[in-house]
């Protein structure tokens, strides 16, 4: 993928209209492992902080996007991959979700552990992944970005 072009979301065709846009901060907590919230929702940024960890599968940072939502992106077979982390009001508690019909945890650290051990890419109509696992956080400081 080119640097210049946009990042597309590999799980955007099942996008939950459902979803809200909620403050995580009380939800995440500065030890969060990939957790980087300096990351801007940026296509060069995003790249040249991934590029040293390319090679090897299961690297990841958990980042902001459009204004208070999430997104985790996680190197694949040389390529990035990003999935929007979706929230929603689930019997009074906030859930976090990666796909609508999918796992729900009410902590965004349980939905990480979750997908340490299970695949990302086990829904229906998603191509292009195989069994994509968070697998090592990258704990990124704007200091070391060139």
């Not at 909620?22 to 040249?48: K, S």
């Not at 996007?65 to 999935?83: C, R």
């Not at 009410?106 to 968070?134: A, Q, V, W």
């Amino acid at each position: 993928m080119d640097d210049a072009e946009p990042l597309t979301f590999d799980n955007i065709s099942l996008d939950s209209t459902e979803s809200m846009d909620v403050d995580f901060g009380a939800y995440i907590t500065a030890g969060l492992p990939g957790w980087t919230p300096m990351l801007a929702d940026d296509t060069r940024q995003v790249h040249a902080v991934m590029k040293p960890y390319r090679s090897k599968d299961g690297h990841y940072v958990i980042r902001p996007i459009e204004g208070s939502k999430k997104a985790i992106t996680v190197t694949y077979m040389g390529e990035l991959k990003h999935f929007k982390v979706y929230t929603k009001v689930e019997k009074g508690q906030h859930v976090h979700y990666i796909y609508r019909d999918g796992y729900h945890c009410s902590s965004l650290k349980g939905l990480i552990d979750y997908y340490r051990d299970n695949d990302l890419c086990k829904e229906p109509g998603i191509t292009g992944c195989g069994h994509i696992r968070l697998r090592r956080p990258i704990n990124y400081d704007e200091s070391n970005l060139c």
